[in-house]
């Protein structure tokens, strides 16, 4: 099939999910076009069934505010018409599901029938979605895109809370490429760069978006090292990180906390990893715990949003209540403390991922596709 797919090219989870979503169908023989304002960042390979197309922006002197969903909306109408595409997978609402519903409309026009698939991430609906600046609009994309699904149960439920959706949103969970995690921690695992052999090495990967309470991280580890000789690796990059880089000189752990900024090495950090730490404010999903896990790292989390139903207290990890930063400490330390826990949560995490496996959910994206070529 010619899948075009609309996502944030950036390291979000939603553009990371999306991206592997895309090279993953380019392997199996579909034709993916991916419609962007930069080449993703885990898109490492253009091929004959893998293209990038540049949303371009004009600058005039009037706009304020450059209209990126007018572009986006105009660059979907051309890439449909030019390459005959068969359906539109958006991923992210704002404003993917708004300006694809105008592409449709464009494109209707013209007698060409295209399908909209809306991908429900988490801030899009919580965060962002349900603002009032924004809520008519999106409650409006959702309801009038073909098929719509969200990454977790805990989403599903808050999107038909939060608004008032007239169609069924179909749960497929986040995935995994689990055979990429296994190579990495065979071959290119060199923990000993980072940590004497008795440190343990806890890890956290986000934006530094407030929601993640980077602090948090900080303080966690705080108490930790306390007991466990210990580094903690903060990778990525956001609003949070100077105030988060402020916190660690404050408390002295300059020489423990290393900042990597943003990285496309993320499976090869992970190898290294003894505990991920993720105390977010609300995660619809946690893409990033999973992939966590999937390089035998059990993960201290919150217990908000959907992430229970990634992290299964006391086997792949512990989930505490949000800002209970000693209660994930305490947890934290009781893993750490024992090699052969240690070594039992690893094991358990990394068989939990395999529910998440990419050859589990690709299939159901591919009926989800088949079934808009059908109906069209
Ligand atoms: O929070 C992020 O890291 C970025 C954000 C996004 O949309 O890019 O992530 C959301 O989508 C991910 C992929 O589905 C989920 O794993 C994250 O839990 C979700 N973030 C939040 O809900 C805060």
Redesign the pocket.
Same mark, same amino acid.
């Given at each position: 099939m010619k899948i075009g797919i609309v996502c944030?090219p950036?390291f /979000?989870?939603?553009?990371? =999910?999306a991206t592997e979503l895309g090279m993953a169908l380019a392997d199996k023989g579909h034709q993916v076009h991916f419609i962007t304002y930069n080449q993703p960042v885990r898109l490492d390979f253009i091929s004959d069934n893998l293209h990038f197309h540049e949303v371009l922006l004009e600058e005039y002197p009037l706009f304020h505010y450059q209209p990126y969903e007018l572009a986006l909306s105009t660059k979907m109408v051309d890439v449909v018409e030019k390459y005959n595409l068969d359906v539109l997978h958006v991923h992210?609402a704002i404003p993917h599901a708004y300006a694809a519903y105008m592409a449709k409309l464009m494109l209707k026009e013209k007698g060409i029938h295209i399908k909209v698939v809306t991908t429900l991430? /988490?801030?899009?609906i919580? =965060?962002v979605g349900s603002h009032p600046t924004y809520k008519t609009a999106v409650e409006f994309s959702i309801n009038n895109s073909d098929i719509v699904t969200s990454?977790s149960t805990n989403l599903k439920n808050t999107t038909n809370r939060l608004f008032n959706i007239k169609k069924d949103i179909q749960v497929i969970y986040?995935f995994i490429d689990v055979e990429k995690y296994d190579h990495a921690n065979h071959e290119e695992c060199k923990r000993i760069s980072i940590a004497k052999p008795e440190e343990r090495i806890l890890t956290h990967v986000?934006?530094f978006?407030p929601?993640?309470r980077t602090e948090d991280v900080i303080r966690i580890f705080n108490l930790v090292q306390k007991e466990i000789p210990s580094k903690l690796l903060m990778v990525g990059d956001g609003p949070e990180r100077v105030k988060t880089e402020e916190l660690v000189r404050q408390l002295g752990l300059n020489e423990k906390v290393i900042f990597l900024g943003n990285s496309s090495e993320v499976t090869k950090i992970l190898c290294y990893s003894d505990i991920f730490l993720l105390p977010?404010e609300?995660?619809?999903?946690?893409?990033?715990a999973l992939e966590a896990m999937a390089a035998n790292t059990p993960v201290i989390s919150t217990n908000t949003?959907?992430l229970p139903e990634v992290n299964i207290h006391g086997e792949t990890g512990y989930l505490s209540d949000l800002g209970a930063v000693d209660d994930m400490a305490k947890n934290a330390i009781s893993i750490l403390k024992d090699d052969s826990i240690l070594l039992e949560f690893k094991k358990k995490a990394k068989a939990h991922t395999k529910q998440f496996a990419l050859e589990n959910i690709l299939p159901v994206y591919e009926e989800i596709y088949k079934s808009c070529y059908i109906n069209v």
């Open positions: 944030y950036t /979000g989870g939603s553009g990371v =999910l992210y991430h /988490g801030t899009d919580t =965060l990454v986040n986000s934006n978006r929601v993640k977010s609300t995660e619809s999903f946690g893409l990033a949003g959907g």
